[in-house]
């Protein structure tokens, strides 16, 4: 499935050109519906998501992605100091700071990586397993990589628009939520609080991501690099799901 077959269903251009070739830029309603439209390439439509959702995968499978994702979990703090470190806004590093504090724990918070290694638990995956690495598969850790870099080396405008694949995700954790109690009740219920607690910090992200890039990402040409930006980070998350059900195919 490729987003890309979705620009053609874009509304009519209302803005005035803005003396970048004859294109005019999309207002910030259609902008913002071009960066949406995009789901349809999100992961959630992976062959690999669809199964795990609807019951299909083994408990090797579940523990294979489990421990793959702890990788992603792991770096996006660096990721989002990446973003900091770019930014020279003291405002948006203000707010931005929040995503590593969700993320490493703070105070008596304990923290998106640490919910997640009790998603681990959950699964029967144990500690020194998960913390090891061992079961994350060269695509991952490539995919993941080349994120960590990208947000190091692109401006942060940039960065902040890869992080728009958040625009999707409430809806896939709604979806576990819903499913793996009954599809896996071999999985300790306690172990899905991940799911639970992203889906509000995720519709929080998404409103400053969607601020800082609607803002900025104004003419033609910006606005179309900023569709190709997401659309790389949509390939990430593809990609690890790729490598993920090739290492455990049952």
Same mark, same amino acid.
């Given at each position: 499935? %490729?987003?890309? @077959? ?5 509304? =009519? ?26 789901? /349809?390439?999100? !992961?959630? !439509?992976?062959?690999?998501? /669809? ?16 421990? %793959? ?26 707010? $931005? ?5 969700? !993320? ?23 500690? @020194?397993?998960? $913390?090891?690495?061992?079961? /994350?598969?060269?695509? +991952? ?6 994120? +960590? ?7 942060? =405008?940039?960065? +902040? ?11 896939? !954790? ?11 009740? $071999? ?17 929080? @992200? ?5 601020? /800082? ?28 799901? @790729? ?8």
């Amino acid at each position: 499935m %490729n987003a890309k @077959d979705t620009l053609g269903t874009a509304p =009519q251009h209302t803005a005035q050109t803005n003396g970048h070739g004859d294109r005019p830029a999309w207002t910030r309603e259609e902008f913002e519906a071009q960066l949406r439209a995009k789901g /349809v390439a999100y !992961h959630i !439509h992976h062959p690999f998501n /669809v199964k795990m959702n609807s019951g299909g995968c083994s408990r090797e499978q579940i523990r294979g992605w489990v421990a %793959n994702r702890f990788y992603y979990q792991i770096n996006i703090p660096l990721k989002d100091a990446a973003v900091l470190s770019n930014c020279p806004d003291r405002e948006t590093r203000r707010r $931005w700071v929040q995503r590593i504090l969700d !993320h490493d724990g703070y105070g008596g918070e304990e923290g998106g990586i640490e919910t997640w290694a009790r998603l681990g638990d959950a699964v029967g995956l144990s500690r @020194d397993d998960l $913390w090891s690495l061992k079961q /994350v598969t060269p695509g +991952v850790r490539f995919a993941v990589d080349a994120y +960590v870099n990208f947000a190091r080396r692109a401006p942060w =405008q940039e960065s +902040v628009c890869s992080s728009l694949t958040e625009m999707f995700a409430p809806q896939v !954790h709604r979806d576990r939520l819903a499913s793996w109690p009954e599809h896996y009740p $071999w999985i300790e219920p306690s172990g899905l609080a991940y799911f639970r607690s992203r889906i509000s910090l995720a519709q929080r @992200d998404v409103e400053h991501g969607l601020e /800082v890039t609607l803002d900025h990402f104004t003419r033609r040409d910006q606005q179309e690099r900023a569709l190709e930006i997401l659309q790389f980070k949509l390939d990430i998350l593809w990609t690890m799901l @790729d490598s993920i059900e090739k290492a455990f195919p049952q």
